[in-house]
């Protein structure tokens, strides 16, 4: 559960703003204490649904003021912004507190999974645009994608952004707008996709250093 404590980076993408992550200990006792009932008393195939139930669960909890307060420590907000932070924050609970009743729509499940990638919960959200990715609208996929990108799955992302763009020709659905975004995502998904690869390759040269000077001892 790495979103628990993922790291903040700063939009790239208009209309994906970034507010602080909820505190481990709101989520994490009350999720493994339903998992683990649920483990025990519920079919394999209800499993994935009961995981996002339980992660949803406590966080859907905390109040929108404390989580307002939190996101505002550091940040330079005008009242517009912080209004409209606080709004969203407020309608992210709402929708989770619908989310574990199973009231929640389709289209207010997509609106839950883009709130939840601005609240740097990126692996959630993956998950809710996972399960239905069949039948997501462009906007969707573009923000699955961006998603996808911070949670340092930029390979994922660009072959997304790439059949977008080519899309893009023949979709009216997707106006100048959302072509301006898919771009701006293709950018720093490339971007980060070649940072991703630098480092990979970094980590493989390491350990093969370490295997080569562990070997020399043993010879010696």
């Given amino acids: 559960m790495s979103f628990f404590n993922s790291s903040f980076e700063k939009t790239m993408s208009k209309g994906l703003t970034t507010v602080q992550p909820v505190e481990v200990e709101y989520v994490l006792i009350p999720a493994m204490l339903i998992l683990i009932i649920s483990f025990l008393f519920y079919p394999a195939q209800y499993f994935k649904y009961i995981l996002i139930g339980a992660i949803l669960l406590p966080l859907s909890q905390k109040p929108a003021q404390a989580q307002l307060d939190k996101m505002k420590e550091g940040k330079n907000l005008t009242k517009e912004q912080l209004k409209k932070e606080k709004e969203e924050i407020e309608l992210l609970n709402k929708l989770m507190t619908k989310h574990k009743k199973g009231l929640v729509s389709k289209k207010e499940k997509m609106k839950m999974a883009e ?106």
Avoid at 149 to 159: C, D, N, T
Avoid at 171 to 190: G, T, V
């Fill in 115 to 220: 709130l939840l990638t601005k609240n740097e919960n990126d692996e959630m959200a993956n998950m809710i645009y996972s399960e239905n990715k069949n039948v997501l609208s462009p906007k969707d996929r573009s923000n699955y994608a961006y998603s996808l990108i911070k949670e340092k799955k930029a390979a994922e992302a660009i072959q997304i952004l790439s059949e977008l763009q080519l899309e893009s020709e023949t979709n009216s659905k997707i106006d100048d707008e959302l072509k301006k975004i898919i771009r701006q995502n293709m950018l720093l998904a490339l971007k980060k996709d070649k940072q991703q690869k630098e480092e990979k390759k970094k980590e493989e040269e390491e350990k093969k250093k370490q295997e080569q000077q562990k070997n020399k001892k043993g010879g010696s």
